[in-house]
C-alpha cells in the first residue's frame, strides 16, 4: 500500500445525522479567518472536500467536518463543515458531533459535570456546554448565532408545486422555510423523496432570482438549505431539511430550528423564555430555548440554544493510492439525487 494522503477520522451522528470528524492529516486551510479558510474551499480549491465527501470515501447522507486551529483567541478550536455541495458556515448538529469527538476521545479534555467548548466557525463563535458524566457527553446545548428574518411570504412559482409562499431566515446560514399545510404533505418516512422535490425546487428558484446576503458579511449569501415545516398532532415542531443535492437531515436541524424561531418571533408567535421540542423525520429530537433578543445590522434577532445528543459510532482512516483513478471522487444520481445543478 502506498497512499499518497491519509486522513484520520471519528464517525459520529446527533439525533441520527452523521458528522464525521476529521481528526489528523489535515494541518490547516488557508486564510486569517475560519469565513476565509471556508470561502477558499468554495472558489478556490476544493478538493479536499471533494476527497472527504464523494464516492468512494464518503456518502450522501453524511457531513465531514475538519479540525482546524482556531483563528480567535477565545475559541477553543475551529471546524469547517464539508457537504455534498460546498463547505457550509454552520451546522447544529455538526456542533453537536465535533463537541461529542473532542471531549470524549480526550482531545479537549473534559470535565465533569459540564465542559464548556467554544467553537470558531464560518458563521461567528459558537458555544457548547456539555453535560458529561462518567467521560460521556450526555447532552450537548449550543448558544447559537444571532438569527433573523430576511423576508416573509415570498411567492416562489414551482413548475411542479404551484405557487408557494416561503419564508426567509438566518438561523447561521440562510433557510427558505415552507409550511407543509401548503402542500397536504406529511413529514414521514415515506415522503422523503417527495419532500427532497420540494425543497430543492424551492432552493433552486430563490437562488436563481433573489440575491439573499448577509448584512454584514457579504461572504454568507444563498439559500443553503430549504426546510418543510410543520406541527406534530400534539402541537410540537417537526421539520425536515433538504441538502443539496438531495437528501433529508436525519436530524432536527439545529440551523435551521433557529431559522424558523426568528421566523415564529417576527409572527409574534413566542416570546424570551420560551422553550419547545423539535423533531426531525426519524423522530429524533433538539430541545430548542429562545433566550433573547439582539440586532443585527438594524434587523432585529433572536438569541437561540440548541441541545441534543451525538454519539461516536466508529473509527477509521481515509486514503488515495497513488494509481487511484478517482481521487477526487464522484457522485451519481441513484444516491445523490437529480439536482446536480444545486452543487456549487
Known amino acids: 500500500m502506498r497512499w499518497k494522503k491519509t486522513l484520520h477520522m471519528?464517525?459520529?451522528?446527533?439525533?441520527?445525522?452523521?458528522?464525521?470528524?476529521?481528526?489528523?492529516g489535515i494541518i490547516d486551510i488557508p486564510g486569517k479567518t475560519m469565513l476565509e479558510k471556508m470561502t477558499y474551499i468554495n472558489e478556490v480549491d476544493d478538493s479536499i472536500r471533494r476527497f472527504c465527501v464523494f464516492e468512494p470515501r464518503g456518502y450522501a447522507q453524511m457531513s465531514t467536518n475538519i479540525l482546524l486551529p482556531p483563528a480567535r483567541e477565545e475559541a477553543d478550536a475551529g471546524f469547517i463543515i464539508l457537504q455534498g455541495d460546498q463547505a457550509h458556515a454552520m451546522s447544529g448538529s455538526n456542533c453537536i458531533c465535533t463537541t461529542t469527538v473532542l471531549l470524549e476521545t480526550g482531545i479537549l479534555e473534559m470535565q465533569e459535570p459540564q465542559t464548556q467548548v467554544v467553537f470558531d466557525m464560518p458563521a461567528g463563535l459558537v458555544t457548547a456546554t456539555a453535560d458529561c458524566k462518567d467521560g460521556k457527553c450526555q447532552r450537548v446545548e449550543l448558544t447559537m448565532t444571532p438569527s433573523f428574518v430576511h423576508s416573509l411570504e415570498v411567492k416562489v412559482e414551482t413548475e411542479s408545486f404551484g405557487t408557494l409562499l416561503v419564508d426567509i431566515a438566518f438561523g447561521g446560514i440562510f433557510y427558505a422555510l415552507i409550511d407543509c399545510r401548503q402542500l397536504a404533505v406529511s413529514i414521514t418516512p415515506e415522503n422523503a423523496r417527495k419532500l427532497v422535490e420540494i425543497g430543492s425546487e424551492v432552493q433552486r428558484q430563490l437562488n436563481r432570482k433573489m440575491e439573499i446576503v448577509h448584512p454584514e458579511n457579504d461572504q454568507l449569501k444563498g439559500i443553503s438549505y430549504a426546510m418543510l415545516v410543520d406541527k406534530t398532532e400534539n402541537g410540537e415542531l417537526i421539520g425536515a431539511t433538504v441538502l443539496p443535492p438531495g437528501r433529508l437531515d436525519r436530524s432536527p436541524c439545529g440551523t435551521g430550528n433557529s431559522a424558523r424561531m426568528a421566523v415564529m418571533y417576527a409572527r409574534g408567535?413566542?416570546?424570551?423564555?420560551?422553550?419547545y421540542s423539535a423533531y426531525s423525520v426519524i423522530g429524533s429530537r433538539f430541545d430548542i430555548s429562545f433566550t433573547g433578543v439582539s440586532e443585527v445590522a438594524g434587523k432585529t434577532a433572536v438569541l437561540p440554544k440548541v441541545a441534543g445528543r451525538g454519539w461516536i459510532h466508529g473509527f477509521h482512516q481515509i486514503g488515495v493510492d497513488a494509481t487511484d483513478p478517482f481521487p477526487q471522487g464522484f457522485s451519481l444520481s441513484d444516491c445523490w439525487g437529480e439536482a446536480d445543478d444545486l452543487l456549487r
Open 10 to 24: 471519528v464517525e459520529a451522528h446527533a439525533e441520527g445525522e452523521v458528522g464525521r470528524v476529521v481528526t489528523g
Open 269 to 275: 408567535e413566542i416570546a424570551v423564555g420560551d422553550k
